[in-house]
Nanobody, 126 residues
């Protein structure tokens, strides 16, 4: 069974940077597409970014493009989310997600992932 554990959230000021990590266990990490989603209070969970199995392909939501970077270390079974130029509207619970698949039409959808972490809170003050 796949387990995902996020870490690195916290309270920062607008313009600051923050890095999140997601530790993967239970299966062969390199076989899984990895994604980050976020959910703000009162809003639906939304796609942030995703990275392919080998790490060569990435996809970003328009709202974070140019500010956030996803990466993965298949030797460490970990996916990272480097966030910079943070804005108050980035405040949310950030979730790591995994699926035994390749990039496709469901990559940006919550329906495209079978496994989810518990989330880590990111709060950006103005």
């Amino acid at each position: 069974q796949v387990q995902l554990v996020e870490s690195g959230g916290g309270l920062v000021q607008a313009g600051d940077s923050l890095s999140l990590s997601c530790a993967f266990s239970g299966r062969a990490f390199s076989n899984y597409l990895m994604g980050w989603f976020r959910q703000a209070p009162g809003k639906e969970r939304e796609f942030v970014t995703a990275i392919s199995r080998g790490g060569h392909n990435t996809r970003y939501a328009d709202s974070v493009k140019g500010r956030f970077t996803i990466s993965r270390d298949n030797a460490k079974n970990t996916v990272y989310l480097q966030m910079s130029s943070l804005k108050p509207e980035d405040t949310a619970l950030y979730y790591c997600a995994a699926d035994y698949t390749m990039f496709g039409s469901t990559t940006i959808s919550t329906n495209g992932y079978d496994y989810w972490g518990q989330g880590t809170q990111v709060t950006v003050s103005s």
